[in-house]
T-cell receptor, first 117, second 114 residues
Framework: DTEVTQTPKHLVMGMTNKKSLKCEQH?????MYWYKQKAKKPPELMFV???????INESVPSRFSPECPNSSLLNLHLHALQPEDSALYLC????????????????FGSGTQLSVL | KQEVTQIPAALSVPEGENLVLNCSFT??????LQWFRQDPGKGLTSLLL?????REQTSGRLNASLDKSSGRSTLYIAASQPGDSATYLC?????????????FGKGTKLSVIP
């Protein structure tokens, strides 16, 4: 199994809603990532979890709250979002050994297309 | 700060042509460089990964080269097909920051005309 699975594929929410994005992988990877991608732009890193601990938060607003309940799952909880948060949210994973190796490849999910009304 | 530039931003070629996509980066202290393919509204598929100690990688009709000292990489696609139409992104991994992070270019949108 070399897949990263994201649900839902599409999500429409109002600015007062609370919703969650889910990501799952069963490749034994111990690093998981959330990226945000606006239309016609490259992906931008939001969060990195390494061995289920948050290791990087790229100054993301608190209305985005990540959670890594175990080594296979990664959630992104959304609350009080703004229309400008509409984007494709991508989850990724990588093997992550104790020392980062030069052949460490990232595997991406298909993304959740989020629209905030 | 690492900056990654991809030229051209868009490319349209007739089916069967060989083509080259270019990627340049400003900081040569990288772990590796990856080329990804992205279809509209979809996730990224890793095509090739070149480690910092390597010069090139090949997979089928794809060949990627890396010249770390000059901060350049190319993706060569042989005998292009309409199914190759997609956006191609290159990304370099950051070194020395205590973690593994990618910096992406803005991509080259490729259209292969039947």
């Amino acid at each position: 199994d070399t897949e990263v699975t994201q649900t839902p594929k599409h999500l429409v929410m109002g600015m007062t809603n609370k919703k969650s994005l889910k990501c799952e992988q069963h490749m034994g990877h111990r690093a998981m990532y959330w990226y945000k991608q606006k239309a016609k732009k490259p992906p931008e890193l939001m969060f990195v979890y390494s061995y289920e601990k948050l290791s990087i938060n790229e100054s993301v607003p608190s209305r985005f709250s990540p959670e890594c309940p175990n080594s296979s799952l990664l959630n992104l909880h959304l609350h009080a979002l703004q229309p400008e948060d509409s984007a494709l949210y991508l989850c990724a994973s990588s093997l992550r050994t104790a020392a980062v190796r030069t052949n460490e490849k990232l595997f991406f999910g298909s993304g959740t297309q989020l629209s905030v009304l | 700060k690492q900056e990654v530039t991809q030229i051209p931003a868009a490319l349209s070629v007739p089916e069967g042509e060989n083509l080259v996509l270019n990627c340049s980066f400003t900081d040569s202290a990288i772990y590796n460089l990856q080329w990804f393919r992205q279809d509209p509204g979809k996730g990224l598929t890793s095509l090739l990964l070149i480690q910092s100690s390597q010069r090139e990688q090949t997979s089928g009709r794809l060949n990627a080269s890396l010249d770390k000292s000059s901060g350049r990489s190319t993706l060569y696609i042989a005998a292009s097909q309409p199914g190759d139409s997609a956006t191609y992104l290159c990304a370099v991994s950051r070194r020395g920051a205590g973690s593994y992070q990618l910096t992406f270019g803005k991509g080259t949108k490729l259209s292969v005309i039947p």
